[in-house]
Nanobody, 130 residues
């Protein structure tokens, strides 16, 4: 059974940094698109960043471009989200999700809607506060 477990959340001051990890098991990471989502209180879940399987193309929502970096370590079955220059509006529960997709397309991956993803983790809370 595929599993995703997020970790690395916490409380940080504005301008600070955090690195989130999404540790996966039960499936081949190269065959899946991994996407980080976040959900702030009272708001809809939004896609933040994606990384594709074979070619590892990436993409970001405009609000995090230049501040967040997504990466993968297949040897550790882990996807990371490095978050820098954090802002109070980044406060949310962050989820990683997987969608089965074998693709060799080099163009940036598409950040899918939440209901298009196949498997989810339970989330990790990020709080950005003075």
């Amino acid at each position: 059974q595929p599993q995703l477990v997020e970790s690395g959340g916490g409380v940080v001051k504005p301008g600070g940094s955090l690195r989130l990890s999404c540790t996966t098991s039960g499936f081949t990471l190269d065959h899946y698109l991994i996407t980080w989502f976040r959900q702030a209180p009272g708001k809809e879940r939004e896609g933040v960043s994606c990384i594709s399987g074979l070619v590892r193309s990436t993409n970001y929502v405009d609000s995090v471009k230049g501040r967040f970096t997504i990466s993968r370590d297949n040897a550790k079955n882990t996807v990371y989200l490095e978050m820098n220059s954090l802002k109070p509006e980044d406060t949310a529960v962050y989820y990683c999700a997987a969608k089965f997709m074998i693709s060799t397309v080099q163009s940036p991956c598409v950040i899918r809607r939440p209901d298009h993803m196949d498997y989810w983790g339970k989330g990790t809370l990020v709080t950005v506060s003075p």
